[in-house]
């Protein structure tokens, strides 16, 4: 079974290891097609990371309209699939962009079984051209992807027949998000550490986690990890509140890198905003964090609260009282800490792992090839 993967989402060199166990399942051979790079808007460009490229054949392909979510897309993708003649073409992307319905296109010109992956959990009514998009997608594709089961509803509301599995998009490698080795209890008592890491954009609620620490007793310190629009407004609201000795404001670190920034911390926090245009479609750094062993407190945005599940803490969004009551809890539960932060971990094994998922993704491409039985 010859499988091509085009997914910006994979420039994260963490994402791929994924791939890496997709390529040691039987009976699959596997090229993932990626741009030299993202650019994220409101963060910047994320380049590609060559970080698990084990079994498998990771290719850089050229990207139009770089940064515009709905309509980028691949000029030579064609090519490549003809080069190829795949016998499933995985689209990591919405069924309402540009980039699904010309993959689409390319991947039936060479008789691919073809399949998309929406994340969109928020119901709207696209406007031509995407409406067109998503009417030929939910025609031609032989599979969909949901990445929450919001995603999945709206999918059959919009009139999509075929069948849909829900799947993270990606998991955790367990062995490099892994927890920290324990601390003394003398320096673990001297300071609180909360942290954030991700986008510093309005919608994730990283406001609501700087009043929360206004109200936290001084042991307690914010750090704040990324990149985003957001800084200003950060450095503003730190400073009126004199907050400045207490919080530290870091840039981005590679996708790598992230398990030992998470390891520092004493709890992660997701205060994710609902807004007219978005919600939480995931968090995967909570994943991240609970697989590290890090207790998580997330607010009820979106799918936060089902990845969390009974392994965290989940306050109502836009509540700073009900998030610094969470936090002040945890500050001084140091053995509830532990408790959530093991709960989190076995959570993230049993649901979340990046070998979990490849089997998962492996069984629909089996599926859509004929070699499995639905």
């Known amino acids: 079974m010859k499988v091509v993967m085009l997914s910006k989402a994979l420039v994260v060199g ?33 380049a590609l990371e060559r970080r698990f490229t084990r079994g498998y054949r990771l290719e850089q392909l050229p990207i139009r309209l770089n ?38 296109r390319a991947g ?37 992807l949901a990445g929450n089961q919001e995603a999945a ?17 990606f998991g955790v490698d367990p062995d490099l998000f892994s927890p920290a080795e324990p601390v003394a209890a003398d320096r673990a008592a001297s300071t609180f550490v909360i942290g954030y890491v991700g986008r510093l954009v309005a919608a994730k609620g990283i406001l609501d986690l700087v009043e929360a620490l206004a109200g936290l007793p001084e042991p307690a310190r914010l750090r704040l990890v990324g990149d ?25 670190v590679g996708s790598t890198e992230v398990p030992n920034v998470l390891r520092q911390l004493d709890v992660l926090v997701l205060p994710s905003h609902t807004t007219a245009n978005w919600k939480e479609q995931f968090g995967r750094i909570l994943i991240e964090a609970m697989s590290c062993a890090v207790p998580v407190v ?25 998030l610094r009551a969470a936090l002040l809890d945890l500050m001084n539960d140091p053995e509830r ?38």
Not at 304 to 313: K, M, N, Q
Request: aromatic share 10%; charged share 25%; glycine share 8%.
């Open 14 to 46: 963490a994402y791929q290891k994924k791939l890496e166990e997709l390529a040691r399942l039987p009976n699959i051979e596997l090229t993932a097609l990626v741009p030299p790079c993202w650019r994220e808007p409101g963060v910047g460009c994320l």
């Open 67 to 104: 940064g515009h979510h709905h309509l980028h897309f691949y000029p030579g993708l064609r090519r490549v699939l003809e080069r190829e003649r795949p016998t499933v073409l995985h689209i990591d992307e919405e069924s309402f962009n540009l980039a699904t319905f010309l993959a689409l």
């Open 108 to 144: 039936r010109a060479v008789r691919a079984r073809c399949c998309f992956f929406n994340w969109a959990n928020i119901d709207r009514r696209y406007p031509p051209p995407f409406s067109w998009f998503e009417r030929y997608a939910f025609r031609h594709a032989a599979y969909a």
């Open 153 to 169: 509803a709206i999918l059959r509301r919009h009139g999509y027949r075929g069948p849909i599995t829900v799947l993270p998009q």
């Open 228 to 252: 985003g629009t957001l800084r200003p407004a950060i450095i503003e609201r730190v400073g009126a509140l004199e907050l400045n000795e207490r919080v530290e404001l870091l840039p981005a």
């Open 298 to 322: 997330g607010s009820s945005s979106g799918e936060i609260p089902h990845v969390i599940g009974d392994a965290g803490l989940v306050v109502p969004e836009q509540d700073v009282g009900a």
């Open 337 to 374: 800490r532990r408790a959530l932060g093991q709960q989190g971990r076995e959570r993230v094994l049993a649901h979340y792992t990046q070998a979990s998922l490849a089997r998962s993704y492996y069984n629909v491409y089996r599926i859509m090839s004929g070699t499995r039985e639905p």
